[in-house]
């Protein structure tokens, strides 16, 4: 298996990289979400990578964060998701819009992707339910303190589903205190 490559970037043609590790050049496919954030021809990069073997191909794709390659992992490991539908997936959304559309639940998200249809999409959020979704949604950007994390805890006790919990949290001010945010949520989630 090859975990990383490190070396200097020869080519960039959407989505394949060239990439020279001491004179051996490895096409390397990349989300575009990595692409964009390549340095220039000629130029050192390191890449995170997973190797894909099929009986007629040995496909290497790479990848700038260890969050995208855990998610990448993740994709394919689902039904009727292949490795480049996956590919196309973290080219559509990052990981954080990713995580968010699975925590709460919604397929419109990912059936603007293209290649992701109406049940793709539901079988990405039934399968990747608790697995993606709550794990990342602390790194995307969901949960920003330890306050936000306690009353987030404190509404899922309280029996309420990871969406509305999270679609309560949406109303709770930045830097608000955990008694102060829960009554906040709970106004919000009794309106609702």
Known sequence: MIGRLSGVLLEKNPPQLLVDCNGVGYEVNVPMSTFY????????VALLTHLTVREDAHILFGFGTAEERNVFKQLVKITG????????????????DLSNAITLQEAGRLTKIPGIGKKTAERLLLELKGKLGADLGAAGGVIHSDATSDILNALLALGYSDKEALLAMKQVPAGTGVSDGIKLALKALSKA
């Open 37 to 44: 954030n390549l340095p220039g021809l000629g130029e050192k």
């Open 81 to 96: 998701i292949g490795a480049r539908t996956a590919l196309s997936i973290l080219s559509g959304m990052s990981v954080a």
